[in-house]
């Protein structure tokens, strides 16, 4: 794994999430507090309705907390409204989906470029250029004038990597990224990720999974909206 700096990507003071629902509030975090430093790769894990969802909603400004302070590589993104935390988003953070995500009536390249012209990232002219060679980090050039459907599972979760990498973003989360996927290739695609992280990306990644959360260096477990914190034994 890459050295893990002492710059701080993620830091979370005190957030908590309280939703108003028909039997009375539900607290989904209580009082969670995280610090994430630059080039970490760190598992999520916990229950359905745990939480872990809402944590990473609250990391990627698709939330806002009830209570608490966020800020995301420099950025404090509580006080940004709609339209600055698209802007925000576009450029600071890539969302890897367990569903995907692709739009189907695009080529796989045009879906990697689609980030770049929503954050107006890169030139016109530099974009397929840059889009291919991210489709070649992870194996997939071949595949760049293909329609989405005509791709494997694995294929189309490799796209969605690339297409989360389109901004070179310092953070990038996944929700469930190997959930559907057969062992083999969710073995694949977490050694991918392995190597975000030797180039330096901070990468955190929700799971269910027992064999892969053991091969997190750093391992989070919500339940009941509290976060608590585990060391995996491994050398950054």
């Not at 309280?18 to 080039?39: C, F």
């Not at 969802?53 to 420099?74: E, K, V, W």
């Not at 990232?121 to 060679?133: D, F, I």
Request: hydrophobic share 40%.
């Amino acid at each position: 794994m890459a050295e893990v700096t002492g710059k701080q990507v993620v830091e979370l003071k005190d957030v908590s999430k309280v939703y108003e629902g028909p039997a009375g509030d539900i607290h989904a975090l209580r009082e969670v507090n995280l610090t994430v430093g630059e080039g970490e790769f760190i598992g999520v894990r916990g229950p359905s309705g745990s939480g872990k969802s809402t944590l990473l909603n609250m990391i990627t400004g698709i939330d806002r907390p009830s209570d608490g302070q966020i800020t995301i590589a420099g950025q404090d993104i509580v006080g940004l409204n709609e339209n600055q935390l698209a802007r925000w988003r576009g450029k600071q953070v890539g969302v890897i989906f367990q569903f995907f995500q692709l739009l189907p009536t695009l080529t796989v390249i045009e879906n990697i470029m689609l980030p770049m012209e929503f954050a107006r990232a890169w030139k016109a002219k530099e974009r397929p250029k840059r889009a291919m060679e991210l489709l070649e980090q992870v194996d997939l050039a071949d595949q760049a004038f293909k329609l989405p459907n005509t791709l494997s599972g694995g294929q189309l979760q490799r796209a969605a990597i690339a297409r989360s990498l389109a901004n070179d973003p310092p953070l990038v989360v996944a929700d469930e990224p190997t959930g559907n996927l057969d062992s083999k290739t969710a073995d694949r695609v977490f050694a991918l990720f392995e190597g975000l992280v030797d180039r330096g990306v901070t990468f955190m990644m929700v799971t269910h999974d027992n064999s892969l959360a053991e091969r997190f260096p750093r391992l989070l477990h919500v339940a009941d909206g509290y976060l608590s914190d585990k060391n995996n034994g491994h050398k950054a």
